[in-house]
């Protein structure tokens, strides 16, 4: 864009400054339509020797479409979240007048703050006819929306009168991905995150880098890898690109720290998790970086008093007693006296005396609390019939559907 100062009419001839503002992008591969026939069809071998002919070919690939040659930018193009905007400033002078004093600026507008982008905020003490004042500048965009690029000129002619012009540039910043996220408690403290990863751009991206930042309270695993002998391999293969609309599943296990793994109460209240870094490039190597906000979850409500298993096997006889583990959490604020009662299901059978005191409680203490019992039923059974009363304030908790258990008949064959 060209913005020229006018003369003033019945007056002399001031200096005039020419105003260009270009968007620097990187230039795309060049295709063309390669056309050919058969060697019997009427134009016999005309169009391959063209093809061989054509600068823009690939010597020994003529048919490919992808050429030798790069194309530059015939637009303005997208730009979009995470990406870096670059843009080219020259004034120059196109009379035959020297001017002085001349102050380029450069200010970058958005819904909700204006930043200047100039590298340098000093005058130029004179331009001489025919010279220019060139500047590059960037700036990592953070925000969508409408964007305006304010391009200002401030100079002194011969004549001693100051002059000043601007000129407006709006463009339209986009969404390159839509990430969704859902998060999993687990019966332990552990949370899993899943993290959706949409590329709902036009070109594909190689996705360099998508990685959880946990709060403080966490430690984070990632589960998008196979452990294949000493080394991982990620799941989405060895050339990590994401075509346009397709999606992507990131998946986390995030562990309390063991300084917050025992205080029930903490945890229980945890609601900030952290933040996704995801880092792509697109075609010839142009980066990107988004970081969402903190992700947050829904506090899980554990209630006064919390239980959960350490131990429980996948599969158990009919029958015959096994084992599991309890851990019984105090997530109230007060001291709780607790009394154990089992009740049988149709198909649970717990063995042991039910009605046992369990002792007193502090508050975010816990106990381990080691139950026998037997199925009576084959299947996949739920563990139930688990109550929980405090004598202090006569109030009973009870627990329902803890943990599934496979039982088999040790009797049949598995051809049975």
Known sequence: SVLNTQPKPNGPIFASLAFT??????????????????????????????????????????????????????????????????????????????????????????????????????????????????????????EIGTHILVCAVSYTTQAGEKLYFRKFFKFQVLKPLDVK?????????????????????????????????????????????VETGDEGTSTFGKMSYLQPMDTRQYLYCLKPKSEFAEKAGVIKGVTVIGKLDIVWKTNLGEKGRLQTSQLQRMAPGYGDVRLSLEMIPDTVNLEEPFDITCKITNCSERTMDLVLEMCNTRSIHWCGVSGRQLGKVSPSASLSLPLKLLSSVQGLQSISGLRLTDTFLKRTYEYDDIAQVCVVCPYMSRES
């Open 21 to 142: 503002v270009m968007r620097l992008t990187k230039p795309t591969l060049f295709t063309n339509m390669p056309v050919t026939c058969e060697d019997r069809d009427l134009p016999g071998d005309l169009f391959g020797r063209l093809m061989k002919e054509d600068p823009s070919t690939i010597k020994g690939a003529e048919a490919l479409m992808l050429g030798e040659m790069l194309t530059l930018p015939q637009n303005f193009g997208n730009i979009f979240l995470g990406e870096t905007f670059s843009s080219y400033i020259s004034v120059h002078n196109d009379s035959t007048q020297e001017v002085k004093d001349i102050l380029v600026k450069a200010d970058l507008q958005t819904s909700s703050q204006r930043l200047n982008l100039s590298a340098s905020n000093n005058t130029v003490t004179e331009l001489k006819p025919e010279s220019c004042i060139d500047d590059v500048i960037h700036h990592e965009v953070k």
């Open 181 to 225: 996220t859902k998060f999993y408690n687990a019966e332990t403290d552990e949370v899993f995150l899943e993290a959706q990863i949409q590329n709902i751009t036009t070109s594909p991206m190689f996705m360099e880098k998508v990685s959880l930042e946990p709060s403080m309270m966490y430690n984070v695993t990632e589960l998008n890898t």
